[in-house]
């Protein structure tokens, strides 16, 4: 079993905080890949290419040749409506300016041959990194985005991989970490939930594990006990730039909201478990801003197929036959009427840097510094040491401190001890 040993005859602080993200721990981190989507950057970083890989739309569009195109080697761009969805996905919603990359959703007519059905009165834009280039399997993944506050909307940062073959009723089989998605106006009830029957604003967003292991997906009880969860975010919310990450590892996934943890969720097994055609499965990152299936469309209550109507009863309250004189939310403006805009500034992946393989790492007062950036096997100190600077350690298998070990008032100590996957 995984453990940290503590055997103190002097004091020491323990820092609990798992804030430890590429930002504040850059030694043990190393950046994989980054897009940073800045007209006036417009970048792709890798470790071959440190110095990057200009990306760029070409004078021809979008729907163009992985080989010849900087972008879409690297990022698939979507053309479709996901199933059914209200809004259909277009290449031409894409857009880059001096802040990132721009989703644009916007109300207008648009017939889509690639969508479940054609005429769709909603249009938006979506990216899915590229399965060949940019398919990632544990480590940190981030993004600096920025978002509004509008009624209507179902943006979301996430990852998906198919897991079985597609059925015949479109029912996927799929193992998926939501890292945020935001429904202003949704209310969805769940008994047992701590924000049962609380309606989303601007201050909630969601953070989910979804899986096709062990059981239903979609219930209450335990899964919205331990794979969904929805979080309060204080003053403006989640409207304007902030930054959205989450670490995954076989053992835990840990979710991020401007580089505080607001949720440590344990992984155990349910999201690409060890098992055979499991653990080497990688997922792509997707970024998009759907029309939220939660709220009031108009062929939901009157049969047409698809017109957004803020004055009809949320979704969820529509079909648990609660349809009453609730003061639904609005945002400050309608989707009908303006543009609604998502953007990115950049997406980065990050693996720790790993030494596993044993031997153990004994370390005194001589060799302070020989886990400050990579990870272990295991680390075990000896003698009399009194730590000179805060310190991040971290191990495969086990973490033993003993003999005469100090941590000075104002100096942290951050240990963490995490299966070898790297």
């Known amino acids: 079993m995984k453990k940290i040993i503590l055997i103190l005859s002097c004091f020491l602080f323990y820092l609990g905080s798992y804030a430890q993200t590429p930002a504040n721990d850059p030694l043990h ?191 209450c009880g335990t899964f919205e006990s331990n794979r969904g969860k929805k979080y309060y975010l204080a003053n403006n919310g989640y409207v304007g730039w902030h930054y959205y990450g989450v670490e995954w590892s076989p053992s835990k996934i840990i979710y991020y909201f401007d580089g505080y943890p607001i949720r440590v969720a344990p992984n155990p097994g349910y999201v690409y478990p060890n098992v055979p055609g499991k653990i080497t499965q990688e997922t792509n990152i997707i970024l998009n801003q759907a029309m939220a299936g939660y709220v009031a469309w108009d062929y939901l209550a009157k049969g047409t197929n698809g017109i957004f109507n803020p004055s009809l009863p949320n979704y969820a309250d529509y079909f648990d036959g609660k349809i009453d004189a609730v003061n639904y939310y609005s945002g400050p403006h309608d989707i009908n009427t303006n543009p609604s805009l998502m953007k990115i500034e950049y997406v980065a992946y990050y693996k720790l840097n790993a030494d596993c393989p044993p031997p153990p790492l004994t370390i005194t007062s001589g060799n302070i510094n020989d886990a400050d950036s990579q990870v272990k096997w295991s680390i075990t100190t000896s003698g009399t040491i009194n730590l000179p600077t805060s310190k991040i350690w971290r191990a495969a298998d086990n973490i033993l401190i003993n003999g005469d070990f100090t941590v000075p008032g104002g100096t942290a100590l951050y240990l963490d001890v995490n299966p070898c996957y790297y």
């Open 29 to 219: 981190w190393i950046q994989q890949w980054k897009d940073d989507f800045r007209s006036t950057v417009k970048k792709h970083y890798d470790l071959a290419n440190p110095s990057g890989l200009t990306i760029d739309k070409t004078p021809d569009g979008w729907n163009i040749s992985r080989t010849t195109s900087p972008f879409t080697r690297y990022w698939d761009i979507d053309h479709s409506d996901h199933g059914g969805e209200p809004q259909a996905y277009r290449p031409e919603n894409i857009t880059f300016d001096t802040e990132g990359l721009v989703f644009t959703t916007k109300k207008e007519e648009y017939n889509c041959g690639d969508c479940s059905y054609p005429q769709h009165h909603y249009t938006s834009g979506a990216i899915g990194s590229n399965i060949n280039t940019q398919n990632v399997l544990y480590g940190y993944i981030e993004a600096r985005i920025k978002l509004i506050d509008t009624y209507g909307l179902f943006p979301a940062f996430w990852t998906w991989v198919q897991t079985g073959n597609v059925p015949t009723d479109y029912n996927w089989d799929y193992d998926e970490i939501d890292i945020f998605e935001m429904a202003p106006g949704t209310k969805v009830s769940c008994a047992g939930d701590p924000f049962d029957g609380i309606r989303y604003t601007k201050n909630y967003t969601t953070n989910n594990i979804h899986t096709d292991e062990n059981g239903p997906e979609e219930s």
